[in-house]
């Protein structure tokens, strides 16, 4: 019997990151489905799609970028918690953004876990452990 995939949704604009943080979901040993979206409008679309069937498909981990292209990351963030089907799933924001404001606006929309995108591999693969905390929380 093969264990269970967790169904997890990249909502991310660089390539490079996606790729890397798909290597980070690898090394976390999970097996998982990757949904990599490449920006806020492609998130919202899915979402949508995703609520408007009449069972809905909602992903079990989200991984958000804040600075995304056509819709913010925040917005998209708001929009998951508002949904039926996602307003429970853990989403850990991993982004280059610090900003003061951006933390306090993620905190109150109930993110899970923040992770500040780092300039090295090495230190990126410190998000395993993030991701990890997250689905256990979930």
């Known amino acids: 019997m093969q264990p269970r ?6 909502i991310e604009d660089s390539a490079t990151d996606a790729f ?5 979901l690898q ?4 097996p998982f489905d990757l949904t990599v979206l490449t ?3 492609a998130a919202l679309a899915l979402l949508q799609r995703s609520e408007a069937c009449g069972q809905p498909v909602s992903p079990e981990l989200v991984l958000l970028d804040l600075n995304l292209p056509k819709i913010p990351g925040i917005q998209v963030l708001a929009a998951l918690r508002q949904s039926q089907s996602c307003a429970t799933v853990p989403v850990v924001v991993v982004t280059s ?9 993620i905190a109150e929309l109930g993110v899970t876990s923040y992770f500040r995108k ?3 591999l090495d230190a990126f693969m410190s ?3 993030v991701i990890r905390g997250a689905l256990s929380e979930g």
């Open 39 to 41: 920006d806020g409008d």
């Open 20 to 24: 890397v943080i798909g290597e980070v």
């Open 127 to 129: 998000l395993s452990d």
């Open 5 to 10: 995939r967790i169904a997890v949704w990249l």
């Open 97 to 105: 953004s610090d900003s003061e404001a951006d933390l306090k606006a």
């Open 118 to 120: 780092p300039h090295s």
């Open 27 to 30: 090394n976390c040993r999970i």
